[in-house]
């Protein structure tokens, strides 16, 4: 009996420590559990906390962006600049402006309460009304904590860049509301003290709030938006926290933090852009909610698995313990049993692969379409550059092997205008037959379905070494046998268009184009072979100069482009003379068109300032009207290059200017530590990646390695005179720590600074 009593205490003990493994598993799940789940809300919170922030600054841009379309408005900068005289104000010119601004609230609700005060005549310009005293503006809308002489100089007379004055409570007509306000001197470069004029534009607390209300209707809690200088901008939801505690609180200012505090997840993100700080406080029970329900069923789970263990474990301890052979033959039956565990893991195993095939299959199924979509995109010139286009038809196996060739379209004939159900099956059908008809023929090209009743085909001449490139000869004799075997074989007939020959892959949107203009000349031609793009002499009565194309050589040349340029001048050239069919009459006139393009840039200031402004003004006054485009063209690519060469020139000796301000800033301040690129660009007045790409096409260096060499520089003299510690050295050379800057000078110059203080003294 005793020795059949420590045989079941041996067997005992050790299934209850067996028992052990599914306890610590269903605390480590539970454990796990709830970091997956705050892992997760954490996620999900910042994705909508960063959606809701890219949102808001997108929406501030756009109100940027109506700032600068005033300052170019030709009408404004007219009154901006108008001289007052006393009972002589432009009514007309002011109510033109009045009416100009009409349209931009309707079309963007920020842009609901604005106003332009013009100094010059001291009026303020709405929308709907103009005030000819700005005191009569300010008793229908004004802020509740701000006299009107506060107003004035606040808002009205300083000069504004982009500034935005935080969230206060404002009075629209008798009715309250919270407003952050935007505020923009006109013109951009003033620094006249009163501003000329002021855009003051009053966003609504409740729009910005409407941006961030995805936070809090998922988790409840609270966000909260405070600028740079940690004025609240806007404050929402419920359980508003402390904010002058969260204010202190520096951990909560990263530029993405996300943290407990008190019973709130506060999540922070600072944005790179214009230095707000967004937060967003989520509940811990919120959070906790899907933990707690994985808590309940965890706990049951392990539970019930004790249980049921210890039940196990006492029936299997009492029958292991009778005799030792019965504990033999039932360990036996537990291996076979064990085996079974073994063979259900192998049945799971099998079903992955199998269904791994299943998706294989079904990828293989989806191929064509991913490349049909891929080719959709090619021929509506989606793709920027040729690696671009290159990469996808890697990703959909397109099988792209050329650069150049042409783009058709070919047209089921006699179904135009026709949509119903039979006459779609019958198209498909069609289609189908079209294809494989012309794969026969021609070999594995590039095609796409155009609509129902159309197919875009793409003959893309082959790069390898002996392969015969197409040829507009070619085509014509593939398509014209392919519309006569589809005709006797099936009865159908066919129209064909292709565009011109396409020299890079980027080029096909543009002969689908070409193609697709063809298309509406080939029921015209009855032509029974491929109708080409080239074939289509537009009669016109006008020459072809559009708006855009005019803006776009302007830019170009603004640039100092010139390559560009004359792309752009080579392409209103040759569609002129290629496309158009012009009299002498228009032909002169787009030569006096282009002309008076040129006489716009004269009004650059990098242009006049030029001592070659009165000689390049003369050679675009004196070019007179020519017998032929093509010598036109000739005459004006030299001017063009005088022009880009003065707008560089003047842009080359305003960036050694910037970088001669820049050392002489960085001279002056480089010991201090805090000295970083933004208060470089603060100083010259410009943008922190402008002025890094500047410095660096100017001197061929970094602004940071130049910095880092100034203070090494006098480091290295400091070392020198030996009066004062490496420590102290650090310090006096704008470096945070001793250890960074032993780092950084051994890094530059091969040894650290003690050995060079011993070199320089030796």
């Known amino acids: 009996m005793i020795r059949h009593s420590r045989v079941f205490r041996k067997y005992l003990i050790s299934y209850i420590v067996i028992l052990l493994i599914p306890i610590i598993a269903g605390y480590m799940s539970y454990r796990t559990s709830i970091s997956v789940m705050t892992e997760v809300s954490i996620e999900n919170s910042v994705m ?3 959606k809701s922030k890219e949102l808001l600054e997108r929406r501030l841009a756009e109100v940027e962006g109506f700032t600068r379309q005033l300052a170019i408005d030709k009408n404004l900068a007219k ?8 009972n002589n104000q432009n009514v007309f010119g002011i109510w033109s402006s009045k009416q100009f601004l009409t349209t931009f609230g309707q079309t963007n609700d920020f842009l609901r309460n604005f106003f332009i005060y013009l100094s010059n005549y001291d009026i303020v310009l709405t929308p709907g009304s103009v005030y000819f005293r700005p005191d009569h503006y300010y008793e229908n809308f004004h802020y ?5 002489e506060e107003w004035r100089k606040t808002v009205l007379e300083p000069t504004h860049r982009s500034e935005i004055m935080p969230l206060r409570h404002y009075e629209f007509i008798k009715e309250e509301s919270s407003v952050i ?4 001197t006109l013109p951009l470069d003033s620094f006249q003290k009163p501003s000329p004029a002021v855009v003051v534009v009053m966003i609504d607390e409740k729009l910005i709030s409407s941006l961030l209300s995805g936070i809090t ?9 405070a600028d740079d200088k940690g004025q609240t901008i806007s404050l929402q939801g419920e359980g508003e926290p402390d904010l002058e505690t969260l204010a202190k609180d520096s951990e909560l200012h990263g530029q993405q933090i996300s943290r407990f505090y008190d019973d709130h997840l506060v999540i922070s993100i600072r944005s790179d852009q214009n230095g707000w700080l967004y937060q967003a406080g989520l509940p811990r029970e919120a959070l906790m909610d899907n933990a707690k329900k994985i808590k309940a069923i965890t706990m049951t789970v392990t539970g019930a698995s004790v249980m049921i263990g210890l039940m196990v474990g006492l029936l299997l301890a009492y029958r292991n313990s009778v005799t030792l052979n019965r504990v033999l033959a039932v360990f036996g039956q537990e ?6 565990e073994y063979d259900f893991l192998q049945g799971n195993i099998a079903e992955m692969i199998n269904n791994n095939k299943k998706l294989e299959s079904e990828l293989r199924r989806q191929g064509p379409l991913v490349r049909d979509a891929f080719f959709k995109r090619l021929i509506s010139g989606e793709f920027q550059t040729r690696d671009e286009i290159i990469a996808a038809a890697i990703q959909v196996n397109a099988g792209l092997s050329g650069n150049t060739g042409y783009a058709a379209i070919i047209q089921i004939d006699g179904y135009s205008g026709m949509d119903n159900v039979e006459v779609l099956i019958e198209l498909n059908a069609a289609r189908l037959v079209l294809k494989q008809k012309l794969q026969d023929k021609t070999g594995p090209i590039p095609t796409t379905d155009l609509g129902s009743d ?13 392969m015969m490139a197409y040829t507009k000869e070619q085509i014509d004799d593939l398509l014209l046998n392919l519309s006569a075997s589809l005709f006797g074989e099936y009865k159908i007939s066919i129209l064909v268009s292709a565009g011109e020959k396409f020299d890079s892959l980027t ?22 072979s491929v109708f080409w793009y080239g074939d289509t002499v537009i009669e016109s009565a006008t020459y072809y100069y559009p708006l855009d194309i005019e803006l776009r050589l302007l830019g170009t040349l603004k640039a100092g482009e010139i390559g560009e340029a004359k792309k752009n001048l080579q392409s209103i050239i040759s569609h002129n003379m290629e496309i158009k069919d012009l009299s002498v009459e228009m032909k002169n006139q787009l030569i006096l068109e282009i002309k008076g393009t040129l006489l716009k840039l004269l009004d650059q200031k990098s242009v006049v300032e030029s001592s070659m402004f009165e000689q390049v003004k003369n050679r675009i006054i004196g070019i007179q009207t020519m017998d032929t485009l093509d010598s036109f063209e000739e005459e004006v690519g030299p001017i063009m290059e005088s022009l880009c060469e003065m707008i560089t020139s003047k842009k080359n000796d305003m960036h050694i200017q910037v970088v001669e301000q820049i050392k002489q800033f960085i001279g002056e301040n480089y010991s201090d530590s805090e000295l970083t690129l933004y208060h470089v660009a603060e100083q010259v007045k410009r943008p922190e990646k402008s002025i890094s790409q500047i410095f660096k096409n100017v001197t061929g260096s970094n602004l940071s390695d130049y910095l880092e060499k100034v203070r090494l520089d006098r480091a290295s003299e400091l070392l020198k005179e030996n009066t004062h510690t490496i420590d102290d050295i650090a310090s006096l050379v704008g470096y945070n720590s001793s250890h960074s800057f032993r780092r950084a000078f051994k890094r530059v110059m091969g040894v650290s600074p003690s050995v060079y203080r011993q070199s320089s003294i030796d």
């Open 507 to 528: 080029g096909i949107s543009h002969s689908f184009e070409q193609a697709k203009q063809a298309m509406d000349h080939t029921a015209k031609s009855n032509k029974k």
């Open 144 to 148: 509740n904590d701000m006299s009107f």
């Open 48 to 50: 909508q906390l960063q």
């Open 217 to 225: 209707d998922r988790y409840g809690g609270w966000v909260h938006i």
């Open 335 to 340: 291996m076979k049993t064990g085996h079974n």
């Open 454 to 466: 159309k197919v875009v085909a793409l003959f893309i001449s082959p790069e390898e070494e002996g």
């Open 79 to 86: 009154l901006i600049n108008e001289r007052v005289v006393s």
């Open 181 to 184: 306000t935007y505020m923009q």
